[in-house]
């Protein structure tokens, strides 16, 4: 039995015209595809449509590939663009600033506030359940540049240096970025607990 074709000789198919290329492409790769574009929109119809964007870019865009990065990298680039681009367009999404989200700084760089320790507040299954709901929310509502930093470093579990080159990053600001939206999902994350127990005081308190 023949080995299957790698994604460069695919590549190399459809950029002579191969449209059955294209349908091997696009039938390897579009979980993945459809997952990142989840994962960045967060609702199935727009992933579907920035998933379609996507490869539709791929087939139009083709002779433009180079092999001096991986395939995977350069469609990977394509399908957030093509996502952040369905996001901007349609003005669903409110963006927080990241100067609200994210602690305070003093001048020498160190954290001017604290930021509360949310774990400690969950201890059971339905906590956990309800931080859960509060992490995708506040994920939801970073600034697009560290959603998309975040989403790929985090989520796909992809190197430093592919989000670099997926989102055309240097490795420091990578680094910058996913360091600031953590601080920023912590803190949102401490606000919401801290607001969930706040709420249930006074009900704790009428059955005291």
């Known amino acids: 039995m023949d080995a299957p074709e790698s994604d460069l000789q695919l590549v190399a198919r459809l950029q002579k015209g191969d449209k059955t290329a294209f349908r091997e492409i696009v039938r390897r790769h579009q979980d993945k595809v459809y997952r990142l574009a989840l994962r960045l929109t967060r609702e199935e119809a727009r992933a579907q449509d920035a998933m379609q964007d996507a490869f539709l870019q791929v087939y139009r ?27 901007r367009t349609e003005r669903r999404h409110r963006e927080t600033s990241l100067e609200d989200a994210s602690p305070r700084y003093t001048e020498a760089g160190e954290i001017a506030e604290p930021v509360d320790d949310w774990s400690t507040a969950v201890d059971d299954d339905a906590g956990n359940r309800e931080l859960a709901k509060h992490a995708a929310v506040a994920i939801d509502e970073l600034p697009e540049t560290y959603r998309s930093v975040f989403v790929l470093r985090e989520l796909e579990d992809m190197s430093t240096e592919d989000v670099a080159s997926i989102l055309d990053l240097t490795v420091p600001t990578v680094k910058t970025r996913l360091h600031r939206a953590r601080l920023a999902l912590r803190k949102a994350l401490a606000d919401r607990v801290k607001g969930t127990d706040l709420e249930e005081q006074p009900k704790r308190g009428a059955h005291s």
């Open 61 to 87: 865009k083709i002779d433009q590939f180079q092999e001096h990065s991986a395939f995977t990298t350069w469609l990977y680039r394509i399908t957030v663009n093509a996502a952040l681009m369905r996001m």
